[in-house]
């Protein structure tokens, strides 16, 4: 309150070329919004790319979305939200001169973060421990026992195994079934082996097609992938949208899960940055309403950093659906 | 401090900005809350019952939940219009991107004809081109 007496002579707060505080307020905040609409459309292209591929395979949407709990996702946005009301109560507490409500408020904004954060932890940790992760790193098996390591072992198993027609006939096949067996990121590990034998009905066609091709497993866990194939086909979820595939192998899993884990981990990567960042931005307004420097005329920092919270809020709200509600 | 629910209790203030009372803030925070129970609890209809309206449902929830964080929260409703348009104009680019882009994806079918699409299971003509890449070089 006292800020706010001598705020009527020369306010400290206000930049000298800006009439008043008003204009001042103005002008931050266009600018704030300007930001955010950027960032609105920093994450458009992320929709895009989340849209193209539930397009062109909703199968792999909605098999993977199981693998995210729901309850968790849920769990956040409420942690998000309520977050989003101390955040708008306390750019009010600014805007009234409430001191110590303001700090209180901002630390509960703070905290929401860290719960969130934390939640956001475990979902990954867990995506981690069942190598649901992007890209390469995609290790994740249906029914998940040695086909595991299977496909990265193939690759630098290929080199020093050029034997003859006879000695490759067994672990030809048994690639052709792994591959077939574990269809994410097997197929993509070994393309040439699964496009050749993507039927997997005639494995003397292909083993004498691919002497060379189809060397590589001959690595000590070839024996244990047999079984796999025979249990995987019935073991997949009820519901699963046909393709264009035929054929009963895509009951399982369907091919390139890792495709919606990329997606899953770009979006929800960029808006946990995005949260990091926001945490730092009110501890920084925090520091500085300690010190005392916020008031009626002067609380644009608290406003524009509570403008970017409730933009994360924003683009959590649509995420959430997007990525764990699929059905 | 309960008595400042408006403007007007900063005694003449030269006062910024529009305050929000508590009582609004608390009625945007419930329905945002009730909004997302909602959206879950929408996912335990069967799937046949909403069919292809279930991304729609959880669209639209998710469109209210934002408008209002983004009148009440985020204080558009009070604000020069300026910001808003900014807002909108950048959510209908992101629309329009991502519609240009699903129009687009439509235009292209998997297998125009049946089996030649090259990550079809079962594509037959596949097998001669496969031992290519290991000898090519």
Redesign the interface.
């Known amino acids: 309150m006292a800020e706010?007496a001598h705020?009527?002579g020369h306010d400290p707060s206000l930049q000298h070329h800006f009439d008043?505080?008003?204009q001042q307020?103005?002008s931050g905040?266009?600018g704030m919004?300007?930001f955010?609409?950027?960032e609105?459309?920093l994450?458009?292209?992320l929709?895009?790319a989340y849209?193209?591929y539930r397009?062109?395979h909703p199968e792999i949407f909605v098999y993977a979305h199981q693998f995210l709990d729901?309850r968790l996702g849920?769990i956040n946005?409420?942690v998000l939200?309520?977050s989003?009301?101390t955040?708008?109560?306390g750019v009010?507490a600014a805007?009234?001169g409430?001191q110590r409500?303001l700090k209180i408020l901002l630390s509960l904004t703070i905290l929401g973060g860290f719960i969130f954060m934390g939640i956001k932890y475990v979902e990954y940790k867990q995506k981690w421990e069942h190598g649901l992760l992007p890209g390469k790193h995609f290790t994740h098996k249906e029914g998940g026992h040695a086909a595991g390591e299977k496909a990265p072992a193939a690759a630098p198993a290929a080199v020093p195994a050029p034997s003859g027609a006879t000695a490759t006939q067994a672990p030809a096949t048994t690639t052709t079934t792994g591959a077939?067996a574990a269809p994410g990121p097997a197929?993509r590990q070994a393309?040439?082996?699964t496009?050749?034998?993507?039927?997997s009905a005639a494995p003397a066609?292909?083993t004498s097609?691919?002497?060379?091709?189809a060397t590589p497993a001959q690595a000590p866990g070839t024996l244990k992938l047999e079984p796999s194939l025979i249990k995987r086909a019935p073991a997949g979820p009820s519901?699963l949208a046909p393709?264009?595939?035929?054929?009963a192998?895509?009951e399982a899993a369907p091919?390139k899960v890792w495709i919606f884990f990329g997606i899953y981990f770009l979006m929800t990567g960029l808006h946990a940055i995005h949260v990091l960042a926001g945490m730092t931005a009110i501890g920084w307004t925090l520091r500085k309403a300690t010190l005392g420097a916020f008031g009626?005329?002067?609380?644009t920092p608290v406003?524009l950093v509570?403008?970017y919270w409730?933009?994360v809020?924003?683009i959590w709200?649509?995420l959430?659906?997007?990525l764990y509600?699929i059905? | 401090m309960a008595h400042h629910d408006h403007p007007p209790a900063l005694q003449g203030h030269a006062h910024v900005g529009h305050v929000v009372s508590l009582r609004l803030l608390f009625a945007v925070w419930g329905a945002l809350m009730v909004l997302t129970i909602v959206t879950v609890a929408v996912t335990y209809i069967p799937a046949q019952l909403l069919g292809p309206f279930t991304l729609w449902v959880a669209l639209g929830i998710a469109g209210i939940k934002a408008s209002l964080v983004a009148l009440y929260f985020m204080h558009l409703r009070w604000d020069r219009p300026l910001n808003g348009i900014i807002m909108a104009i950048s959510i209908a680019v992101v629309i329009l991107f991502v519609g240009g882009a699903l129009t687009d994806t439509a235009e292209y079918q998997g297998d125009m004809i049946p089996g030649y699409a090259p990550d079809m299971a079962g594509a037959q003509p596949k097998p001669a081109g496969a031992p290519a890449p290991a000898p090519s070089p």
């Open positions: 706010a705020a009527h008043n505080p008003e307020f103005d905040k266009l919004w300007l955010l609409a950027t609105v459309l994450f458009g292209g929709f895009v849209a193209v397009a062109n729901k849920g946005t409420l939200i309520c989003s009301l955040m708008a109560w009010r805007q009234l409430q409500l077939s197929a393309p040439e082996a496009t050749s034998t993507g039927a066609v292909t097609a691919a002497p060379a091709a519901g393709t264009a595939r035929a054929g192998e895509h091919d009626p005329t002067y609380f406003d509570g403008l409730h933009l809020d924003l709200i649509f959430f659906p997007l509600l059905h």
